[in-house]
Nanobody, 122 residues
Framework: VQLQASGGGLVQFGGSLRISCAASKFTLDNYAIGWFRQAPGKGREGVSCISSSDGSTMYGDSVKGRFTISRDNAKNTVYLQMNSLNPEDTAEYYC????????????????WGQGTLVTVSS
């Protein structure tokens, strides 16, 4: 199981960015996929998750209404569309996979990819 997050970068306050999580060596639609982030000096925070069964989603309170998770099974990729970004969203973003149900707990996930850095300037 391999995951690779990409699409991070520098964006201005109030801007938007879409990051991607591409899977290789496994079929992504058999797994729930979560997005997590970790800011310098802070713990890993659950951002969003999309289930494998019915595509249901969940979001952390700090991103509800601003972020949208989606999946394209044909491309074996999950996306995180991030709108209305603010400096508190600055972090390394990671995607992770679990064969179980969705969760925002990092310990629930078995497989992790390398992160992609998102920096929001004020």
């Amino acid at each position: 199981v391999q995951l690779q997050a990409s699409g991070g970068g520098l964006v201005q306050f109030g801007g938007s960015l879409r990051i991607s999580c591409a899977a290789s060596k496994f079929t992504l639609d058999n797994y729930a996929i979560g997005w997590f982030r970790q800011a310098p000096g802070k713990g890993r925070e659950g951002v969003s998750c999309i289930s494998s069964s019915d595509g249901s989603t969940m979001y952390g309170d700090s991103v509800k209404g601003r972020f949208t998770i989606s999946r394209d099974n044909a491309k074996n990729t999950v996306y995180l569309q991030m709108n209305s970004l603010n400096p508190e969203d600055t972090a390394e973003y990671y995607c992770a996979a679990t064969p179980g149900a969705c969760s925002l707990l990092p310990t629930w996930f078995d497989h992790w990819g390398q992160g992609t850095l998102v920096t929001v300037s004020s």
